[in-house]
């Protein structure tokens, strides 16, 4: 064999091991959001029980802007096909979706393909020993009058801190602060947040949950279906737009 021969097969080789190496890498980090997907699985029996003692707030709760029935989600955009969002913004797995999914949803808002509800849950609030997920789902709402809530909405995942039970994953300072960053301000802000202005609209919409059929965060229906049909099949959704994109589309199709 001449040696630009075993040049080439050495080259050869090596690209070889280079395609290996990240086929592995893609491998593995499907592995990794597959596992914190069954982590965050694991507390659903923990999730279910604690929304069956909750009470269903008070009747005449104050809403948000634009929402008119209590419980309701926050609504953004008017496509044809609805998307929507049950979270808890101290979810790690809800992080992970909005890593791969926020800014496909957002353009896909403005583009009028379709109408994205989110309904905040705060039930990580009894297993962490803290009421973050209540300030940071009331502050949704105060962002909501502002004109500003899917943008505060995408704030909080990016600053979300990994869990620390026990401790307080933000104050309403910070959420003060990050509705700052994204253009709110004002006195009225301010006081929306400090005050938990939206606690009864927060309880409200974790009592329709059972009704839903939500059993785990984060969940997301397609027009009334939902995105994946088990834990088994959700990882595509962690990982990039492409799957969810794939099912609205099918959708709009439909």
Request: contains cysteine.
């Amino acid at each position: 064999m001449s040696k630009d021969s075993k040049r080439g097969a050495r080259e050869k080789l090596a690209e070889e091991r280079r395609r290996d190496a990240a086929a592995a890498a893609r491998r593995q980090r499907i592995t990794n959001v597959v596992v914190a997907v069954v982590v965050i699985a694991v507390i659903v029996g923990i999730f279910i029980a604690v929304q069956s003692t909750r009470n269903s707030g008070p009747s005449d709760a104050a809403l948000p802007a634009g929402i008119s029935e209590p419980g309701a989600g926050a609504s953004f955009g008017d496509g044809p096909v609805t998307v929507d969002l049950w979270e808890d913004f101290q979810c790690p797995a809800c992080k992970a979706f909005e890593s791969a999914n926020a800014a496909s949803l957002d353009e896909r808002v403005s583009a009028g393909d379709i109408t994205l509800v989110i309904h905040p849950l705060s039930f990580l609030d009894q297993n962490l020993g803290n009421d973050s997920s209540l300030l940071a789902a009331s502050a949704f709402g105060c962002a909501i009058d502002a004109d500003k809530g899917l943008d505060f909405h995408n704030k909080v995942y990016t600053n979300q801190p990994d869990e620390n039970p026990g401790q307080d994953a933000w104050s309403a300072a910070d959420l003060v602060g990050w509705g700052t960053d994204v253009g709110i301000s004002g006195a009225d802000w301010d006081a929306c947040v400090n005050e938990v202005a939206y606690r009864g609209w927060v309880e409200q919409v974790a009592s329709s949950q059972t009704d839903a059929g939500v059993t785990s965060t984060p969940t997301v229906f397609v027009d009334g279906t939902p995105a994946w049909k088990s834990a088994d099949d959700s990882a595509p959704f962690f990982s990039s737009p492409d799957a969810l994109n794939k099912v609205i589309d099918a959708a709009s199709q439909g």
